[in-house]
């Protein structure tokens, strides 16, 4: 097989949880295990940084892949999902792995794939970390796919345990309550591995506490250490809660978000420093965190030939899209026109509401079969005060913004990662 055969067969053979939703989920970690016991265990051949959450687990692991790979470490990532590429997920010393990597590694596993028929993320899991072991990597930050407790990349044991916050989503696996849902994200806690837990929350302190407390495990709230005071588009002002020092720090990501993530990964990076090889110093930190880059993430996506600012931003849950709707109540313009796609699984009683009434929104759906239908979503929507029309694609409805938008107008394309995916 080819790469694009290769690929069509992984998605053919174990469908993605991103394109068809809860078909493709498997609980447990038996075909992990198995998986790994085939390949002989090649995440003990490298020192990794766990990093779970609901929202800001892959801004948070591309600042620690950008820091450590200032600071002169061979490092890998594990992210997911992808936007527009699938070897996105997969990357190492700022290269996506091989197309020929991919296909090398399916071809030998094929006959283990169709024995132990393990899922997408399963398969792309151990490939990882099979890549990360042939480049000798010194470490890799890998983030949680769905959960902690039982998902996949919960095999490694870590330098440092980070979860960045806690929100509804997901809930038809991980609970229906925030501490339900902490408690499935405590799982990545291991004995005596130090945890970082992004915000203190009321409702999930006590059993991150409780479960760290078991383990053994020091524990931090990254907003106990820091907080940032202010911030204008990539420069954030921080302040050193532990003794009142406050020092400016420019980073290649914006968004109201990233003052959390920012401290979340400010905390960890303080606790590496005691646990790595060579210590981190502060220029490396400072550089690292500058050059951190997360496509989707409030970034500006228009060209000269656009008639006004088009911003697009992957925030889909409660929590994500309550920053996303804050910081778009901020900007100026006369008419605001909202992409907006979801996926079906989405609690739209709660999404909608947060939604800006006055937006003229273009509903639609990416193509995958996990997304909702664009004339349910515009009824729905319809429903909850919001009006618009419905396109049947993606680059449809962006087309039809870009039509109708003038010179002081704002695009905003948003709702889910694979709308913006799509725009891309």
Not at 143 to 166: A, F, H, K, M, Q
Not at 168 to 180: I, M, Q, R, W
């Amino acid at each position: 097989m080819n790469y694009t055969e290769t690929i069509d067969y992984l998605y053919r053979t174990a469908p993605m949880f991103q394109q068809v939703g809860g078909s493709a989920y498997k609980e447990g970690l038996e075909n992990t295990l198995a998986l790994d016991e085939k390949l002989s265990h090649p995440h003990r051949a490298f020192r990794s940084v766990h990093v779970g959450g609901t929202n800001g687990k892959g801004s948070v692991s591309q600042m620690l892949y950008a820091v450590l790979r200032e600071a002169g470490y061979s490092v890998g990532l594990y992210t997911s999902p992808h936007l527009r590429e699938f070897r996105e997920r997969i990357q190492a010393d700022g290269e996506m792995i091989p197309e020929q990597a991919v296909v090398r590694f399916i071809a030998r596993m094929q006959p283990a794939i169709e024995q132990i028929r393990p899922s997408f993320f399963e398969i792309t899991t151990a490939m990882a970390f099979e890549w990360f072991r042939s480049r000798a990597v010194d470490i890799a930050v890998v983030e949680v796919g769905l959960g902690g407790r039982l998902d996949c990349t919960n095999i490694i044991t870590p330098l440092v345990s980070v979860i960045t916050n806690i929100s509804l989503d997901h809930t038809a696996f991980l609970g229906g309550t925030l501490p339900e849902i902490a408690a499935e994200k405590a799982g990545i806690i291991k004995p005596g591995v130090p945890v970082v837990v992004g915000e203190f929350q009321a409702g999930t302190a006590p059993v991150f506490i409780s479960k760290a407390h078991e383990a053994g495990a020091p524990i931090r709230f990254a907003d106990r250490q820091y907080r940032c005071t202010e911030h204008h588009g990539q420069r954030f002002v921080v302040e050193r809660l532990t003794d009142g020092s406050r020092f400016e720090q420019q980073l290649g990501m914006e968004g109201d978000y990233q003052q959390h993530n920012l401290c979340t990964a400010l905390t960890a990076l303080e606790i590496l420093n005691d646990r790595l090889p060579r210590p981190l110093t502060e220029p490396e930190v400072r550089r690292g965190l500058a050059a951190a880059r997360v496509p989707g993430r409030w970034q500006r996506i228009d060209t000269p030939s656009d008639p006004c600012p088009i911003l697009c931003d992957t925030g889909h849950n409660e929590a994500g899209l309550t920053f996303v709707t804050q910081q778009l109540r901020r900007q100026r313009f006369e008419r605001l026109h909202f992409v907006l796609g979801v996926v079906a699984d989405k609690d739209l009683d709660r999404i909608l509401p947060l939604l800006p009434r006055e937006a003229h929104y273009l509903f639609t759906q990416a193509s995958l079969p996990r997304a909702l239908a664009a004339e349910a979503l515009a009824e729905r929507a319809r429903r909850a005060g919001l009006h618009g029309e419905v396109c049947r694609t993606v680059p449809e409805a962006l087309a039809a913004a870009r039509s109708a938008a003038k010179a002081r107008d704002l695009i905003f394309v948003g709702g889910s990662t694979f709308t913006v995916a799509e725009v891309l």
